[in-house]
């Protein structure tokens, strides 16, 4: 009645970039493209900090600030660290966490 | 001093119904007044994709569309199990995940 | 090549106040100032409710209202249960969840 699942979040900000490209974009697109996981889904945050310790926040008076931005998904575990193979040459490894999970598939 | 919960996130999108409803609306109102649970809480993405891999983003010129929902909720696995004995008939199931946590409830 | 972490959810509304003082900004600020935890994202849900089945939603006509936040955090299981021996007199503890995930960085 239920499925092992491995999920998946990573940790980044609008501002990162991989080989000039948006990283969160690149990411997105090939857990789309090309892995074809169960699902993706990008949230931005209002606040955050990193492992550089730099506060990334929004408030009233800077509209346009680097806010933070988690990439979720999750899928059987061989589809996932498939993917993680080339996401940890993105993105630093300590921003990457992943846990089992289940779901109701069957 | 800690206490074992279920953590549920159920991945819909705006423009979900069910029976002429709104999906989202419709589970939130039912975890609360017949469940009871602990605690719920929905979050709008700013993009993602699902099952059928269709993306769903926002952007600056396309201010109105239709974007990826989670709801979030976490209780003890019996109260969770039943709640979710009807979600499963409302969203595909491979669209529920859940996992064990702690919280600091004594 | 991965590392146990343990990932942490608080779950508090934007006008939360302890002791005059914001409550997600003074867990914020010591995360960062103090425990120099891994990394921190604060998000602002769309609807929820808490402990006491008070709803707390944006919709088009009510702008300005009291939405739910969430504090996210991982780190060392030992930092972690440091900085929630604190936390835990500002929010009530089961508002206060977590679980074991690991990381990438080696």
């Given at each position: ?7 998946v979040r990573i940790y980044l ?58 990439i ?12 993680l193979?080339?996401i940890r040459?993105m993105v630093p490894p300590e921003h990457i966490v992943f ?8």
């Amino acid at each position: 009645m239920s499925r092992d699942m491995t999920m998946v979040r990573i940790y980044l900000s609008e501002s990162d970039r991989s080989k000039n490209h948006n990283t969160m974009k690149t990411i997105f697109q090939r857990l789309h493209d090309q892995h074809k996981v169960h699902g993706v889904t990008v949230f931005r945050g209002i606040a955050g900090f990193g492992g550089r310790g730099q506060v990334h926040a929004a408030d009233l008076l800077r509209l346009s600030v680097d806010l933070p931005l988690v990439i979720e998904f999750f899928d059987e575990s061989e589809t996932v660290h498939s993917a993680l193979s080339w996401i940890r040459d993105m993105v630093p490894p300590e921003h990457i966490v992943f846990w089992e999970v289940r779901t109701l598939a069957s």
